[in-house]
């Protein structure tokens, strides 16, 4: 985490096309991390094309009323969850450097009924939100994909109010150092 890596724009291009390549269509991860009830009225592009690592959401302290930033939201299962949260007077703010994945998020947001989610294009590593906006950023699956970590993380720190919460599901290593072969590997930054 310490450590941000060079060759950062081969990184985001590679991550931006390995997740513009990713062809949904399974239930499988939905199923794994979320419950029935959870999963209950979430449209199916948003559950079909599930890519979280965890359920953070469980452990959010989301209030009725509150601003969330769901930080590289991809299809919006979490983003969805999140409004029912926050309930009609709070907002959801969807964020994804892919258009395709804010498009789906939009989508599923409308069939859901759910007109407090709001997509915003945009990089992690410079989050297009003004300085204490956010109540609460959730992020499922995303931060690892940054070869800009503590940027990223420096960017939720900014825009989180005082007393606002980072609320993250991630992939973590326990070792000091990976080995040079993972962290130059395609696949290792992608999967
Ligand atoms: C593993 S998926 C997780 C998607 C979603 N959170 C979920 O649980 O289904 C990672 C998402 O982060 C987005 N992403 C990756 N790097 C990003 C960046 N630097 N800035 C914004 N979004 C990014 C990808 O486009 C993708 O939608």
């Known amino acids: 985490m310490s450590q941000d890596l060079l ?16 062809d949904g269509g399974s239930r499988a991860v939905a199923e794994k991390l979320y419950g029935h009830d959870e999963l209950e009225g979430i449209p199916a592009v948003a559950i079909e094309r599930a890519l979280g690592v965890g359920n953070h959401l469980r452990h959010a302290r989301i209030r009725p009323g509150d601003t969330v930033l769901d930080l590289g939201c991809g299809s919006g299962i979490d983003s969805i969850l999140a409004a029912r949260k926050t309930g009609p007077a709070g907002r959801v703010l969807a964020l994804d450097f892919l258009p395709e994945m804010l498009e789906r998020t939009a989508a599923a947001a409308k069939e859901a009924g759910l007109d407090t989610i709001e997509t915003l294009e945009g ?36 825009v989180l109010r005082p007393a606002g919460e980072l609320c993250v599901a991630d992939l973590t290593v326990d070792e000091e150092e990976l080995p040079p072969e993972v962290l130059t590997h395609p696949a290792a930054w992608a999967g």
């Open 7 to 22: 060759h950062q724009d081969e990184i985001r291009a590679l991550v931006r096309e390995a997740y513009a390549a990713i």
């Open 123 to 158: 990089e992690m590593e410079a989050i297009p939100l003004a300085d204490a906006s956010v109540d609460c950023v959730i992020s499922n699956g995303v931060l690892n994909l940054s070869p800009r970590k503590a940027r990223a993380l420096a960017e939720c720190a900014r």
